[in-house]
Antibody
Framework: QVQLVESGGGVVQPGRSVRLSCAAS????????MHWVRQAPGRGLEWVAIISHDGSFQFYADSVKGRISVSRDRSNNTLYLQMNSLRVEDTAIYYC??????????????WGQGTLVTVSS | QSALTQPASVSGSPGQSITISCTGS?????????VSWYLQHPGKAPKVIIF???NRPSGVSDRFSGSKSGNTASLTISGLQAEDEADYYC??????????FGSGTKVTVL
């Protein structure tokens, strides 16, 4: 079955960097665009970024543009999120999610369990 | 990219029907029939229950239904059950490969 497992979260100081990973299995990873969605503690969901199935394009939310980069390794079915110049307001659970399911698109079809990033001095 | 507007909370008794609204703008909900809805139980990842305004993924109960009129989308839960108590989020495609979520609605089963 579809599995998405995020890792790389933890406590990070403001201004530092962190790289999150999302290991995918159980589906044709290389045929899906992938998303990152985050959720601050006790708050709602916020779309962060998308990368196309082949990695040829990426788009970002205005709140993170210029500080975040999404990439993927098609050889080992892994999605990444590089976050730089971290701010306290970046504290959140970060979820990876697929673009749609099977032949449908424009929604978040499968989700990982999330990884918590806490930005604090 | 302002969040879509949802009521903070909605409640109902078992067996009743409730409706959650999701108001956006002409830049998202009003233009694209690409509204999706997600259910999130405490401490769990969200799960899609509606996509493309009114389509259910395989395995999702037909007690969940969606609709849209103008800049407002709606999710109706019929035959409310205790297990429906959760947070619900709408989301709309907003053009240029970007998405915007709603503010979230806490559903309480009385």
């Amino acid at each position: 079955q579809v599995q998405l497992v995020e890792s790389g979260g933890g406590v990070v100081q403001p201004g530092r960097s962190v790289r999150l990973s999302c290991a995918a299995s159980g589906f044709a990873f290389n045929t899906y665009s992938m998303h990152w969605v985050r959720q601050a503690p006790g708050r709602g969901l916020e779309w962060v970024a998308i990368i196309s199935h082949d990695g040829s394009f990426q788009f970002y939310a205005d709140s993170v543009k210029g500080r975040i980069s999404v990439s993927r390794d098609r050889s080992n079915n892994t999605l990444y999120l590089q976050m730089n110049s971290l701010r306290v307001e970046d504290t959140a659970i970060y979820y990876c999610a697929t673009e749609g399911q099977l032949h449908t698109r424009y929604f978040f079809g499968f989700w990982g369990q999330g990884t918590l990033v806490t930005v604090s001095s | 990219q302002s969040a879509l507007t949802q009521p903070a909370s909605v409640s109902g008794s078992p067996g009743q029907s409730i409706t959650i609204s999701c108001t956006g703008s002409s830049g998202d909900v009003g233009t694209y029939n690409l509204v999706s809805w997600y259910l999130q139980h405490p401490g769990k990842a969200p799960k899609v229950i509606i996509f493309e305004v009114n389509n259910r993924p395989s395995g999702v109960s037909d007690r969940f239904s969606g609709s849209k009129s103008g800049n407002t989308a709606s999710l109706t839960i019929s035959g409310l059950q205790a297990e429906d108590e959760a947070d619900y989020y709408c989301c709309s495609y907003a053009g240029s490969s970007t998405y915007v979520f709603g503010s979230g609605t806490k559903v309480t089963v009385l």
